[in-house]
């Protein structure tokens, strides 16, 4: 158990384009959360996965994201006709919805960090 | 609505000394509460957390943190610091709307700078 992975950790891209990142949870974890973190703040709450269910979008979530964990495994979010506003550090954690010490804790990735020029 | 408040954008403390890291919240409930750390260009680590019973929590890295209700803050503590503790903290809720998603809310960060 290596923990939470997110791929790429960093990413450049040219306003317009579209980016995508990939996000591999603790493997037991059935609780999946991205988060965007900006320079000086703290995480922000993006949208929520249970399994394979997406149960939960905040309203920062404009059209142009959209996020699938397809198998209840890895989860992708991607950023379509990317903005200078969405340069952020995107943050993926995983939890274990089960009775125990263990509940309720998030365990997060390094993050990917985009800036869009 | 949930929310936390890290009144102290940095901490200065001498290695060594006591250090504290300051946190609020307002929530309807019982409250979870949870603190983090982040060191540059890594992800957020976790350091203890609040769910119910003894007011002082022990955490990882030598840490604790007191859960105050009539004062409802959650400090962080530690009784001496070292210059490798120095790093952004934040402190969290658990949201616990209707949604139950388990989803945090996290304070704007205080950055600990210990000092040699």
């Known amino acids: 158990d290596t923990g939470v992975s997110q791929d790429p950790r960093h990413k450049i891209t040219k306003r317009g384009q579209n980016v995508t990142f990939r996000c591999d949870p603790i493997?037991?974890?059935?609780?999946l959360y991205w988060y965007r973190q900006t320079l000086g703040q703290g995480p922000e709450f993006l949208t929520y996965?249970?399994?394979?269910?997406?149960?939960?979008k905040s309203r920062l979530l404009s059209d142009r994201f959209s996020a699938e964990r397809p198998k209840g495994s890895f989860s992708t979010l991607e950023i379509q006709r990317t903005e200078q506003g969405d340069s952020a550090m995107y943050l993926c954690?995983?939890?274990?919805?089960?009775?125990?010490?263990?509940?309720?804790?998030?365990?997060f990735g390094a993050g990917t960090r985009l800036s869009v020029l | 609505a949930q929310s936390v408040a890290q009144p102290e954008d940095q901490v200065n403390v001498a290695e060594g000394n006591p250090l504290t890291v300051k946190c609020t919240y307002s929530?309807?409930?019982?409250?979870?509460l949870f603190w983090y750390v982040q060191y540059p260009n890594r992800g957020l680590q976790f350091l203890l957390k609040?769910?119910?019973?003894?007011?002082l929590v022990k955490g990882s890295y030598g840490f604790e943190a007191e859960f105050n209700k009539s004062q409802t803050s959650f400090h962080l503590k530690k009784p001496s610091a070292l210059v490798s503790d120095s790093a952004l903290y934040f402190c969290a809720v658990r949201d616990v709307g209707s949604s139950n998603t388990g989803k945090l809310i996290f304070g704007q960060g205080t950055t600990l700078q210990v000092k040699p």
């Open positions: 493997s037991e974890h059935n609780r």
């Open positions: 954690a995983s939890s274990l919805a089960a009775s125990g010490s263990s509940k309720n804790i998030q365990y």
């Open positions: 609040y769910i119910t019973g003894d007011n």
């Open positions: 929530v309807s409930g019982n409250p979870y």
């Open positions: 996965f249970q399994n394979e269910a997406q149960l939960e």
